[in-house]
């Protein structure tokens, strides 16, 4: 019924499109011209019968905290125990809201890692109860409290896996900085790019197809120093989220999964430092109330001193070189009076690479982040964003008589609306819409009279992306639960500017020059996103779900590391939409009171309009980078196994998958599928964390996973006098299999109620395994007459020691 | 962004490399062609080779026995002879500045053709020297000066011969792109520490035409300049502007040469 009315007003009269192009043009009036009154017309329309479904019952609704830190607490699970099947999830912002016919109740709040709560509810009209939760999970007590703790199990949502910073800061990392995408790459259905590298595939997408958000800001390059840390300072998160595949509605513009990561709020019952001391990096982070238990601010900043090191060389060349990163995320919250909240977040983060005079290179991301929570009633939660976002670099070359500057970048102003109506315990709707205004400047070079350059202002690029959406999760029966939900985008690339067309060849034929204002191309794309969970038993069930995902940013990058200078195109004349649809199923099943978890998902990836590039493609500044991508498609499919241990004195994980991922492009291997390079078959991850006594915990992780997919000679020749190498089919080799051992040890100091202490030491590839990092090809320079293979490996036996402290 | 992958390198402290056995395909024999021809007085040469395995030797079977013309739009044509196996010299035509030539190589039942148009010479005006790199590493480059002609593009390609003997390691290429009508004076980069001062070296400068830009270009990036960071996603063969799947090039470029000793002012 509910399905029927919302397509009918979507596609006759294509309202959800007709709405975007509404809100387009021009873009200084983007939030006047909305008609907001069509939809609200719209919205009441499509909620009359989830509203009038929520007749006769009443609401209990409110908050939940950490009890000590007044955090709010995402993704808590609440339920009234009389009526368990019907559990809520808390969101993004610890708002809960959760209805029944009048009576008495028990409403249970748990979530993972704080000790469980129940509290009496007489339910004779709309209440509102906030709660808070105490750190540390004590035993549980009642199997019925644990029933909460299933989430996994009966949310259709799949694909999914959370990460809590409590679970990451156990284990071995490489220089022993605690890192939430690497530890992400030891999930099912995750890839490390590299050795060391922060930089993750996700079921067979490429670095680019992942949407990586920062409190809702778009974070472009989510990595520092080339690719080996990565910009989330573990001290400043809350929450982790990632969705691989199987999105829900309110996030579009990734093809192959989105990652949420949510800043912590602040203290804001008391003032707390902590931070850390390593060898490589140190961090501070102060929280503490504004206003005690109304507002709070918190400060975490990072810093990483390698370069110290290069100072203390006597070589002239090497002590004036320059290599660090440092990065900063604060945030502040204010609640104003019982229906109000507003945040504000920020995260700046800078990379400094520099030779003496001669080279050096900024670069880095900086996100803005202006949110106002409003509860319109018991029922109905709002919030409302106002987010910036900026990635650039900046290059200056000082050498002989050439002076040169380049710099790029993207910016991102976005405004977003999500609004959730709880109708009643079975029946949740999600909808909101948002728009971001994009500009590119793909490359500005300046140059003095005696360069050898010239100066170069690219075209900047200009576009809006625009979206509604909505999602229903509707519970059909006990053992049902369906997500259903539609996702509209239209991307407009807007003027001014030239745009070209161009031939096979990649010469331009034809210019066509846009004004200000006037819309070059659009792109609509409806996206529906499906998924549908059946309970077997109490503890397993089995799920299905279909999403079809797209994108219209692109990252142009043809180098085997993650470079800062790789540049976003957005979608044009030429550069069509990527398009992905995913189906996936799943059997999912916890046991022993939800101690052990266990998941299987199998998934098929469809991918269209896929991006490579043409042999000797020039990237870098060029106006015509079009011409230098070539168009194709490509498929992926896996089955993922994860099985986890999630209490006790040890728990850990255990994480398989089997995979395949192909690209497809006429111009390459005669127009047949080839395996892309991030194709590897076999992927284990094997994590434990042992708590040996009040002291000492013991942690080891196992990474094994098989050769990427490689292209290498089959011949050689000479040219020139050089030796050549001769190529026939792209990736056909494999690597190498890739494999380490990492094991770490935290002490905790002597707890006082004023100071926490712990030393926490790691080794990174324990023995030493050499695995190749790259393999390279050349004529043996002790022996012109042969050539040789060589083999780089990186990381082997890294330890590492850091001292963190909290008063 | 080569200074990035520098300090990619030096990052990994605790990299290291090693060489390793690989099994390597045998895509089987191919043939390899290389003509050239310039604005300097001839004979030019014609040279066909075969590949080999990656295992093998670095010595590559010359092929005798094909019938080569190479012809121009002025009319004149010349049939080379083989002077040594494989190698292939013409007898009486002249190379001049902007003609276009026609390469056609008969091999037994296969016909491999090819066009050049040499381009306009430039006038290298100078050699000089300038110490690069980071990290201790304190290349001597060499750096050839000249004023790139404005309004059209152009696009050059170096070899240097220190000692006499031709630095086989690296590609030196140019083009204009982003330098339309600007004094060059851009270092020739070494990847090791080549040059050293008081050695003699020349620096010959071909004026090429885009394809033969593209043919170099597309090499040196397949090619990697070694390094565990410098390598390409995927490397490929250079599209040769020779027909039927050769491998190789035809250029017909301009010859301009420098000689000094290499010296830091």
């Given at each position: 019924?509910?399905?029927?009315?919302?397509?009918?007003?979507?596609?006759?009269?294509?309202?959800?499109?007709?709405?975007?192009?509404?809100?387009l043009?021009?873009p200084?009036?983007?939030?006047?011209?909305?008609?907001?009154?069509?939809?609200?017309?719209?919205?009441?329309?499509?909620?009359?019968?989830?509203?009038?479904?929520?007749?006769?019952?009443?609401?209990?609704?409110?908050?939940?905290?950490?009890?000590?830190?007044?955090?709010?607490?995402?993704?808590?699970?609440?339920?009234?125990?009389?009526?368990?099947?019907?559990?809520?999830?808390?969101?993004?912002?610890?708002?809960?809201?959760?209805?029944?016919?009048?009576?008495?109740?028990?409403?249970?709040?748990?979530?993972?890692?704080?000790?469980?709560?129940?509290?009496?509810?007489?339910?004779?009209?709309?209440?509102?109860?906030?709660?808070?939760?105490?750190?540390?999970?004590?035993?549980?007590?009642?199997?019925?409290?644990?029933?909460?703790?299933?989430?996994?199990?009966?949310?259709?949502?799949?694909?999914?896996?959370?990460?809590?910073?409590?679970?990451?800061?156990?284990?071995?990392?490489?220089?022993?900085?605690?890192?939430?995408?690497?530890?992400?790459?030891?999930?099912?259905?995750?890839?490390?790019?590299?050795?060391?590298?922060?930089g993750?595939?996700?079921?067979?997408?490429n670095t680019d197809q992942n949407l990586i958000?920062?409190?809702?800001a778009t974070v472009y390059n989510p990595s520092h120093?080339l690719g080996?840390?990565?910009t989330?300072?573990?001290?400043?998160?809350?929450?982790?989220?990632?969705?691989?595949?199987?999105?829900?509605?309110?996030?579009?513009g990734r093809l192959?999964?989105?990652?949420?990561?949510?800043?912590?709020?602040?203290?804001?019952?008391?003032?707390?430092?902590?931070?850390?001391?390593?060898?490589?990096?140190?961090?501070?982070?102060?929280?503490?109330?504004?206003?005690?238990?109304?507002?709070?601010?918190?400060?975490?900043?990072?810093?990483?001193?390698?370069?110290?090191?290069?100072?203390?060389?006597?070589?002239?060349?090497?002590?004036?070189?320059?290599?660090?990163?440092?990065?900063?995320?604060?945030?502040?919250?204010?609640?104003?009076?019982?229906?109000?909240?507003?945040?504000?977040?920020?995260?700046?983060g800078k990379d400094n690479l520099?030779?003496?005079?001669?080279f050096g290179i900024d670069y880095g991301n900086v996100t803005?982040?202006?949110?106002?929570?409003?509860?319109?009633?018991?029922?109905?939660?709002?919030?409302?964003?106002?987010i910036y976002s900026k990635y650039n670099y900046d290059i200056r070359i000082n050498?002989?008589?050439n002076n040169i500057g380049i710099t790029s970048y993207i910016k991102d102003l976005h405004?977003?609306?999500?609004?959730?109506?709880?109708?009643?315990?079975?029946?949740?709707?999600?909808?909101?819409?948002?728009v971001i205004q994009h500009t590119t400047s793909p490359g500005v070079i300046s140059a003095s009279?005696?360069s050898s350059f010239n100066p170069l202002h690219l075209q900047d690029k200009h576009a809006l992306e625009s979206?509604?959406?909505?999602?229903?999760?509707?519970?059909?029966?006990?053992?049902?639960?369906?997500?259903?939900?539609?996702?509209?985008t239209a991307f407009t690339i807007m003027g001014p500017g030239d745009f070209y067309a161009y031939d096979?060849a990649g010469n331009a034929v034809d210019t066509f020059t846009y004004a200000s204002g006037k819309v070059v191309k659009s792109y609509?794309?409806?996206?529906?996103?499906?998924?549908?969970?059946?309970?077997?038993?109490?503890?397993?069930?089995?799920?299905?779900?279909?999403?079809?995902?797209t994108q219209n940013l692109h990252l142009l990058s043809n180098s085997t590391s993650a470079n800062p200078t790789d540049v976003w195109i957005p979608s044009s004349n030429n550069v069509r939409p990527e398009?992905?649809?995913?189906?996936?199923?799943?059997?999912?099943?916890?046991?022993?009171?939800?101690?052990?978890?266990?998941?299987?998902?199998?998934?098929?990836?469809?991918?269209?309009n896929q991006i490579d590039y043409k042999n000797g493609a020039q990237l870098i500044a060029n106006e015509n980078v079009e011409s230098q991508v070539v168009f194709?498609?490509?498929?992926?499919?896996?089955?993922?196994?994860?099985?986890?241990?999630?209490?006790?004195?040890?728990?850990?994980?255990?994480?398989?998958?089997?995979?395949?991922?192909?690209?497809?492009?006429?111009?390459?291997?005669?127009?047949?599928?080839?395996?892309?390079?991030?194709?590897?078959?076999?992927?284990?991850?094997?994590?434990?964390?042992?708590?040996?006594?009040?002291?000492?915990?013991?942690?080891?992780?196992?990474?094994?996973?098989?050769?990427?997919?490689?292209?290498?000679?089959?011949?050689?020749?000479?040219?020139?006098?050089?030796?050549?190498?001769?190529?026939?089919?792209?990736?056909?080799?494999?690597?190498?299999?890739?494999?380490?051992?990492?094991?770490?040890?935290?002490?905790?100091?002597?707890?006082?109620?004023?100071?926490?202490?712990?030393?926490?030491?790691?080794?990174?590839?324990?023995?030493?395994?050499?695995?190749?990092?790259?393999?390279?090809?050349?004529?043996?320079?002790?022996?012109?007459?042969?050539?040789?293979?060589?083999?780089?490996?990186?990381?082997?036996?890294?330890?590492?020691?850091?001292?963190?402290?909290?008063? | 962004m080569r200074p990035i992958l520098?300090?990619?390198?030096?990052?990994?402290?605790?990299?290291?490399?090693?060489?390793?056995?690989?099994?390597?395909?045998?895509?089987?024999?191919?043939?390899?062609?290389?003509?050239?021809?310039?604005?300097?007085?001839?004979?030019?040469?014609?040279?066909?080779?075969?590949?080999?395995?990656?295992?093998?030797?670095?010595?590559?079977?010359?092929?005798?026995?094909?019938?080569?013309?190479?012809?121009?739009?002025?009319?004149?044509?010349?049939?080379?002879?083989?002077?040594?196996?494989?190698?292939?010299?013409?007898?009486?035509?002249?190379?001049?500045?902007?003609?276009?030539?026609?390469?056609?190589?008969?091999?037994?039942?296969?016909?491999?053709?090819?066009?050049?148009?040499?381009?306009?010479?430039?006038?290298?005006?100078?050699?000089?020297?300038?110490?690069?790199?980071?990290?201790?590493?304190?290349?001597?480059?060499?750096?050839?000066?000249?004023?790139?002609?404005?309004?059209?593009k152009?696009?050059?390609?170096?070899?240097?011969?220190?000692?006499?003997?031709?630095?086989?390691?690296?590609?030196?290429?140019f083009d204009d792109r982003l330098s339309d009508g600007r004094?060059?004076?851009r270092?020739?980069?070494?990847?090791?520490?080549?040059?050293?001062?008081?050695?003699?070296?020349?620096?010959?400068?071909?004026?090429?035409?885009?394809?033969?830009f593209n043919?170099?270009n597309q090499?040196?990036e397949?090619?990697?300049?070694?390094?565990?960071?410098?390598?390409a996603a995927s490397?490929?063969?250079?599209?040769?502007?020779?027909?039927?799947?050769?491998?190789?090039?035809?250029?017909?470029?301009?010859?301009?040469?420098?000689?000094?000793?290499?010296?830091?002012?």
């Amino acid at each position: 019924m509910l399905l029927a009315t919302i397509f009918a007003y979507l596609v006759p009269d294509n309202f959800f499109l007709t709405e975007a192009l509404a809100i387009l043009v021009p873009p200084n009036k983007i939030f006047l011209s909305m008609q907001p009154k069509r939809f609200v017309f719209f919205l009441y329309i499509w909620l009359l019968p989830v509203m009038a479904s929520a007749q006769g019952r009443h609401v209990v609704s409110g908050t939940i905290r950490d009890r000590q830190s007044g955090e709010t607490l995402i993704g808590a699970s609440v339920m009234l125990m009389e009526i368990p099947y019907a559990a809520v999830v808390s969101n993004s912002y610890g708002f809960y809201s959760i209805s029944a016919f009048p009576g008495r109740y028990t409403l249970v709040v748990s979530f993972s890692g704080y000790t469980s709560d129940s509290i009496a509810v007489d339910l004779a009209k709309d209440t509102s109860i906030s709660i808070t939760l105490d750190a540390g999970s004590r035993q549980l007590q009642e199997a019925i409290v644990t029933a909460g703790r299933n989430n996994n199990v009966t949310k259709p949502l799949m694909g999914v896996q959370k990460l809590s910073i409590s679970e990451i800061k156990d284990l071995p990392v490489l220089f022993g900085e605690k890192d939430i995408l690497k530890t992400l790459q030891l999930l099912p259905g995750v890839q490390s790019a590299g050795d060391g590298n922060s930089g993750f595939f996700v079921r067979g997408g490429n670095t680019d197809q992942n949407l990586i958000l920062l409190d809702e800001a778009t974070v472009y390059n989510p990595s520092h120093l080339l690719g080996f840390f990565s910009t989330f300072n573990s001290d400043a998160i809350k929450d982790v989220t990632l969705y691989k595949g199987a999105t829900p509605a309110e996030y579009g513009g990734r093809l192959s999964s989105v990652l949420d990561v949510k800043m912590n709020d602040g203290n804001n019952k008391e003032f707390h430092a902590s931070g850390g001391i390593g060898l490589i990096s140190s961090r501070l982070n102060i929280e503490g109330p504004i206003e005690k238990d109304k507002s709070s601010f918190i400060v975490s900043a990072r810093r990483t001193y390698a370069d110290v090191f290069l100072k203390l060389s006597k070589d002239t060349s090497t002590n004036q070189n320059s290599l660090y990163f440092y990065d900063i995320n604060a945030k502040a919250n204010i609640r104003v009076g019982a229906k109000d909240h507003i945040y504000f977040s920020g995260y700046f983060g800078k990379d400094n690479l520099g030779f003496g005079n001669t080279f050096g290179i900024d670069y880095g991301n900086v996100t803005g982040t202006l949110r106002w929570n409003h509860i319109f009633n018991s029922r109905l939660f709002s919030n409302t964003s106002l987010i910036y976002s900026k990635y650039n670099y900046d290059i200056r070359i000082n050498s002989g008589n050439n002076n040169i500057g380049i710099t790029s970048y993207i910016k991102d102003l976005h405004f977003k609306e999500d609004m959730q109506y709880y109708a009643n315990a079975s029946n949740k709707v999600n909808f909101g819409i948002d728009v971001i205004q994009h500009t590119t400047s793909p490359g500005v070079i300046s140059a003095s009279e005696t360069s050898s350059f010239n100066p170069l202002h690219l075209q900047d690029k200009h576009a809006l992306e625009s979206s509604a959406y909505f999602s229903h999760d509707l519970s059909l029966s006990r053992r049902l639960n369906i997500n259903y939900g539609l996702r509209a985008t239209a991307f407009t690339i807007m003027g001014p500017g030239d745009f070209y067309a161009y031939d096979k060849a990649g010469n331009a034929v034809d210019t066509f020059t846009y004004a200000s204002g006037k819309v070059v191309k659009s792109y609509f794309n409806l996206e529906p996103r499906f998924s549908a969970s059946y309970k077997l038993t109490a503890g397993s069930s089995i799920k299905v779900a279909y999403t079809r995902t797209t994108q219209n940013l692109h990252l142009l990058s043809n180098s085997t590391s993650a470079n800062p200078t790789d540049v976003w195109i957005p979608s044009s004349n030429n550069v069509r939409p990527e398009l992905a649809d995913q189906v996936s199923a799943g059997y999912y099943r916890n046991f022993h009171d939800n101690q052990y978890e266990l998941s299987s998902e199998l998934y098929y990836r469809d991918l269209k309009n896929q991006i490579d590039y043409k042999n000797g493609a020039q990237l870098i500044a060029n106006e015509n980078v079009e011409s230098q991508v070539v168009f194709g498609k490509g498929r992926a499919y896996g089955w993922e196994l994860f099985f986890k241990k999630k209490y006790g004195k040890f728990n850990g994980w255990v994480s398989y998958t089997l995979s395949r991922t192909e690209r497809q492009f006429s111009e390459i291997n005669n127009g047949s599928y080839f395996p892309a390079n991030q194709d590897r078959t076999h992927n284990l991850s094997i994590v434990g964390i042992y708590k040996a006594g009040k002291k000492w915990t013991l942690s080891a992780d196992f990474t094994y996973y098989s050769g990427n997919a490689v292209t290498w000679p089959t011949g050689k020749y000479e040219v020139n006098g050089q030796i050549a190498f001769l190529y026939s089919q792209r990736n056909t080799y494999r690597m190498p299999a890739y494999h380490r051992l990492d094991v770490g040890a935290t002490l905790q100091g002597k707890k006082t109620k004023k100071f926490d202490s712990n030393w926490n030491f790691s080794i990174y590839n324990l023995y030493g395994r050499e695995n190749p990092y790259s393999i390279t090809f050349e004529q043996d320079p002790d022996n012109p007459s042969r050539t040789r293979a060589l083999q780089y490996a990186l990381f082997r036996w890294v330890p590492s020691v850091t001292y963190n402290f909290k008063f | 962004m080569r200074p990035i992958l520098l300090v990619l390198a030096s990052i990994s402290l605790y990299s290291c490399k090693k060489e390793v056995k690989l099994n390597l395909d045998d895509a089987g024999p191919h043939i390899v062609i290389q003509g050239e021809i310039t604005d300097a007085s001839g004979p030019y040469i014609v040279k066909i080779n075969q590949s080999v395995s990656f295992g093998s030797e670095n010595s590559f079977p010359a092929v005798s026995g094909a019938s080569i013309k190479i012809s121009d739009n002025e009319g004149h044509a010349d049939s080379l002879t083989e002077s040594s196996p494989g190698v292939y010299a013409t007898q009486s035509l002249q190379g001049k500045p902007g003609n276009t030539y026609t390469m056609s190589v008969q091999l037994l039942d296969s016909l491999y053709t090819a066009t050049s148009t040499m381009p306009y010479p430039v006038v290298l005006d100078s050699i000089t020297f300038r110490k690069a790199g980071a990290f201790g590493n304190k290349n001597i480059r060499a750096v050839p000066n000249f004023q790139d002609p404005p309004g059209i593009k152009n696009y050059y390609l170096f070899n240097e011969y220190l000692n006499g003997l031709l630095v086989t390691k690296d590609i030196f290429v140019f083009d204009d792109r982003l330098s339309d009508g600007r004094y060059f004076s851009r270092d020739l980069r070494n990847s090791d520490e080549t040059l050293h001062e008081g050695d003699s070296l020349e620096v010959q400068m071909y004026c090429i035409d885009e394809p033969v830009f593209n043919y170099f270009n597309q090499l040196d990036e397949a090619g990697g300049r070694g390094g565990a960071f410098n390598t390409a996603a995927s490397p490929a063969n250079p599209v040769s502007n020779i027909s039927n799947g050769a491998l190789g090039y035809f250029s017909a470029h301009t010859f301009r040469s420098g000689k000094t000793k290499v010296h830091i002012e």
